[in-house]
């Protein structure tokens, strides 16, 4: 109660006197009524509710709700009604907003929301909704709405339409910013059919509730369920594309454009270009979408007046998820939206875009690496970069500093930087963590490690050793993942990428890979990961990566020590071995009665994806044959040799394309050469015949050349 009011802090501490010792119950009444009556009033403060909690309690209030008796000339709902102002006096306080006490009234709160709500009733609800609010606000609280059933009552509160219905949506708005998965996967019928009544409100409005409906309904299209799935989301989705197509039609002030384009933001985030119709009123309307938000990139960020781009971080985020769909849309060739002319354009606009936020990241200061906008900004022109190679290369190229040292940063500190709201288009993975700037950054680093100077760039800023400590990291993630079949993961889309990045380095920097310790560390892990990546047909695209680059990096580092002949070397190759045999089987050929070579079946899914890495590791493995003397022992005890001879000559040579005839010489030589064994294993299986059948010039001379040698060594 207010200081000065000196007559009814008299009276109040008297009241609490008597609620801490009542004579009778009459006298506890009265006294209630006066204590309710100020705290309704709004004349207590902080430390004398307090005091009206420890003079009463949780006990009585509880009393009060369950109470079936009210006094003589009462409304029926007079006790419920005293003892819910009470919980919504104790509810001001943090401490007891999360109290098990306040929790366990959840399901009386709902009932209350649920109940037809007579005038003499409204306060009832007012303090259900003030119980609500802070229950929320508490760090048990959200869970504990979600479980005992207050997002259905919330949905149906505001459907209804009664007294207090708009508190109702607010409180789902909050409920669904900390807990969008957990209300979607137990109340999606209910939640649908707010979004239904939200989105029919947005296309019918043509006064300012439009635009106030554009903040509200992000929160309502969920990330977690798919809206396409079924006809009641999709309507929905045609309503908020005719909505939003109305709305970017007009002209718009500042105020009204950037909800619009927040709204169309989180669709396509949910959505990706789903919701936006065939045709050409989708496909203008696509385009619209796209150059409004490259303008807000490009006024923003060209000329940034810090103040300005404070207030405009997420409007402009939510604009660099427009631009990557832009990108993703101008690069789609099945069914696309956008007519060639459109992707043109678009691609022109983006450019300019794209040049403002490289701009823009050039002027970011050391103490501001934390902030998730930077995170957002380096997301997008990673998503660029990883599909736009050509254009802006020579201002990429000097950001390359920038964006190593930040990338770096943020996975070495573990940095507390987030991604903000819009920025995430996907995903809880174990990879896709706030400081994961690399991920994004890895594909376009993949383009620029195959040209000259952007890739003297990245070496001589340290990228190699990086990308080794990440390879590790996500290898880890990996491992720890479940080993059943599952859709690629980011963790493993980021182990194929980096093996594509070593690979150029590989092939573009021998001398870098020969004499910097990261590659012999990175050696070390592909030993050692390939024998248990192989046996888990999910993974086999990592698989034929990992073999691959490892071969390719043992004929560099065929001097070090961990490839002389030791255990985790001759399982490696062992692997690599399994890799390569496996690819090919022979099966009937429809147009004869003889048989075909073909990719095997358990390859043929993944062949587009892994079929130039196998004809690199079966290069790479020739090449390793004569500089590791143990490799043709590991080929005989594998039966590689026998395989390969039964195989081409099983199959008729027509069926066996000259590409592939080249990488099975060039192993057959390798071993042929190498070993004595090996050539007697060979010609035992009519190697000089079926060499001569294919056409394997070189094979054939080895095997008369080793035929002599061997001869004369006999004799000798």
């Avoid at 009386?108 to 609800?125: A, E, G, H």
Wanted: aromatic letters at 6%; charged letters at 20%.
């Amino acid at each position: 109660m207010a200081s000065d009011s000196g007559d009814g802090l008299a009276t109040l501490k008297r009241c609490l006197s008597v609620l801490r010792d009542p004579r009778n119950d009459s006298e506890q009444f009265a006294a209630l009524l006066l204590v309710t009556k100020a705290v309704r009033a709004g004349e207590v403060d902080a430390k004398t509710r307090r005091q009206i909690f420890d003079a009463i309690g949780f006990t009585f209030p509880t009393r009060l709700l369950i109470s079936q008796q009210p006094p003589a000339d009462c409304p029926p709902h007079t006790f419920r009604a005293l003892g819910l102002t009470l919980l919504a006096c104790f509810c001001t306080d943090p401490q007891l907003a999360g109290h098990s006490q306040i929790l366990n009234k959840i399901p009386t709160f709902n009932d209350i929301l649920l109940s037809p709500c007579d005038p003499d009733c409204t306060s009832m609800v007012d303090d259900v909704y003030q119980c609500l609010s802070a229950i929320l606000a508490t760090a048990r609280g959200p869970r504990a709405l979600v479980t005992k059933g207050t997002v259905s009552a919330l949905c149906q509160a505001y459907l209804n339409g009664g007294h207090g219905s708009e508190r109702a949506l607010t409180l789902l708005v909050g409920l669904l910013a900390v807990a969008e998965a957990k209300c979607w996967q137990r109340d999606a019928p209910q939640l649908l059919a707010v979004l239904s009544k939200l989105s029919s409100d947005f296309l019918k409005a043509e006064d300012m509730t439009k635009f106030e409906l554009c903040e509200v309904l992000p929160r309502f299209i969920p990330l977690s369920h798919p809206l396409t799935e079924n006809s009641q989301g999709s309507e929905c989705l045609c309503r908020l594309y005719k909505g939003l197509a109305d709305v970017l039609g007009s002209r718009l002030s500042q105020s009204q454009r950037d909800p619009a384009l927040k709204l169309a933001a989180s669709l396509v985030q949910a959505c990706g270009a789903e919701w936006i119709p065939a045709g050409r009123a989708g496909s203008k309307f696509l385009a619209l979408l796209v150059n409004l938000a490259c303008v807000e990139v490009r006024l923003t960020l060209e000329e940034p007046d810090p103040l300005e781009v404070e207030g405009k971080k997420e409007v402009v985020t939510a604009c660099y998820v427009l631009m990557e769909m832009g990108i993703q849309e101008c690069l789609r060739e099945e069914n696309p939206l956008l007519e060639n002319v459109q992707k043109m354009q678009l691609m022109r606009i983006m450019e300019e875009a794209f040049g403002a936020v490289i701009f823009y990241l050039r002027q970011v200061k050391q103490e501001e690496l934390q902030d998730p906008f930077i995170f957002a900004s380096v997301r997008v022109l990673g998503a660029w970069m990883a599909e736009e190679t050509s254009s802006l290369k020579q201002e990429i190229c000097e950001l390359l500093p920038f964006l190593v040292d930040y990338a770096r940063k943020l996975f070495k500190e573990g940095s507390p930087a987030e991604s903000p709201p819009q920025a995430e288009l996907v995903s809880t993975e174990g990879s896709a963590l706030p400081q994961d700037a690399l991920r994004f950054l890895l594909p376009g680093f993949c383009h620029l490690t195959a040209e000259d100077k952007p890739r003297d760039i990245l070496i001589a800023e340290g990228a190699p050793a990086l990308l080794c400590e990440y390879f590790l990291q996500q290898w880890e993630v990996l491992t720890s993942e479940p080993t059943a079949p599952a859709p690629l993961t980011s963790t493993e889309m980021s182990l194929q990428t980096m093996c594509g990045i070593f690979l150029n380095l590989v092939v573009t920097a021998p001398d870098l890979v020969r004499r910097d310790k990261t590659f012999s560390s990175l050696m070390d892990v592909l030993l050692k990961s390939l024998p248990l990546l192989l046996p888990q047909k999910h993974h086999l695209v990592l698989a034929a990566n990992v073999a691959t680059l490892g071969l390719m990096m043992a004929r560099i580092l065929a001097g070090s020590a961990a490839l002389q002949g030791t255990q985790r070397a001759k399982e490696f190759f062992g692997a690599a071995l399994r890799f390569l045999s496996q690819a090919h089987v022979a099966q009937a050929d429809p147009g004869s009665d003889g048989l075909a070579l073909a990719v095997s079946p358990a390859y043929a899914s993944a062949w587009d994806d892994i079929a130039e890495l196998w004809f690199l590791g079966m290069q790479a493995w020739a090449g390793c044959v004569p500089l590791l003397p143990w490799l043709p022992h590991t080929a005989l005890g594998a039966q590689w040799l026998q395989g390969m001879a039964q195989l081409l000559s099983q199959v008729t040579p027509a069926s066996v394309d000259c590409e592939l005839v080249t990488a099975f010489q060039a192993v057959l030589v390798a071993l042929a050469r190498a070993s004595q064994q090996c050539r007697d294993v060979i010609l035992s299986h009519q190697g000089t015949e079926w060499a001569n059948l294919y056409g394997m010039a070189a094979l054939e001379q080895c095997l008369a050349e080793q035929g002599g040698a061997s001869s004369t060594l006999g004799e000798k």
